[in-house]
Nanobody
Framework: VQLQASGGGLVQAGGSLRLSCVAS????????MGWYRQAPGNQRDLVAE???????NYADSVKGRFTITRDNAKHTVYLEMNSLKPEDTAVYFC???????????????WGQGTLVTVSS
């Protein structure tokens, strides 16, 4: 199983970016999917997560600006980021709870990270 994240880049404050993360490989099911971020010198913190049936959870710092969605048929999770601020600068990591085989159990998998840089 692999998670491939994309969509990061350099954007001015107030701008927007859309991150994507595709899961591939042996997948029989996916529970929660989401995004974390890690700024230099900081720990990795939750940004947003979404369950397989839709409910979402956001960090307070991004509520009202970021939107997480997923396409279950494509094994993909998205993060739409609007009104970006310099403090949103970080490496963004996607994750997914994946059932790789039956019988089996759900396992946590992480993407490689994509850098988002917001200039002031």
């Amino acid at each position: 199983v692999q998670l491939q994240a994309s969509g990061g880049g350099l954007v001015q404050a107030g701008g927007s970016l859309r991150l994507s993360c595709v899961a591939s490989g042996s997948i029989f099911g996916i529970n929660d999917m989401g995004w974390y971020r890690q700024a230099p010198g900081n720990q990795r913190d939750l940004v947003a997560e979404i369950t397989s049936w839709g409910p979402t959870n956001y960090a307070d710092s991004v509520k009202g600006r970021f939107t997480i969605t997923r396409d279950n048929a494509k094994h993909t999770v998205y993060l739409e980021m609007n009104s970006l601020k310099p403090e949103d600068t970080a490496v963004y990591f996607c994750y997914a709870e994946i059932l790789p085989r039956i019988p089996g159990k759900y396992e946590d998998h992480w993407g490689q990270g994509t850098l988002v840089t917001v200039s002031s």
